[in-house]
């Protein structure tokens, strides 16, 4: 069973960074996507970026695009979102996700069948 354990949400103002960390254990990390996806109160979870098997392919959402960067290091079992200029409106919960179904940077969320129990990142205006 995979286990994925996220790190480094927090608070910070706008135009700020983050870096979140996603540590995978249970499963042969650098065969599978793995991706970020966030969910705002009172809102649906959304998809955020994605990152193929070995890192040579990255997919964002448009609302992240130029302002987040997804990276993998296959040696250390860990994924990562850096996260510039956020915005207010970047406030969410932010998930770690897995997928054993596709080794491309896939954005749609039923591929992904492992998750982690999420990181909270507030920004404030």
């Known amino acids: 069973q995979v286990q994925l354990i996220e790190s480094g949400g927090g608070l910070v103002q706008a135009g700020g960074s983050l870096r979140l960390s996603c540590a995978a254990s249970g499963r042969i990390f650098s065969n599978y996507a793995m991706a970020w996806f966030r969910q705002a109160p009172g809102k649906e979870r959304e998809f955020a970026a994605a990152?193929?098997?070995?890192?040579?392919?990255?997919t964002y959402a448009d609302s992240v695009k130029g302002r987040f960067t997804i990276s993998r290091d296959n040696a250390k079992n860990t994924v990562y979102l850096q996260m510039n200029s956020l915005k207010p409106e970047d406030t969410a919960v932010y998930y770690c996700?897995?997928?054993?179904?596709?080794?491309?940077?896939?954005?749609?969320?039923?591929?992904?069948?492992?998750w982690g129990q999420g990181t909270q990142v507030t920004v404030s205006s």
């Open positions: 990152i193929s098997w070995s890192g040579g392919s990255t």
């Open positions: 996700a897995s997928s054993q179904q596709v080794r491309r940077s896939v954005p749609t969320m039923s591929v992904y069948d492992a």
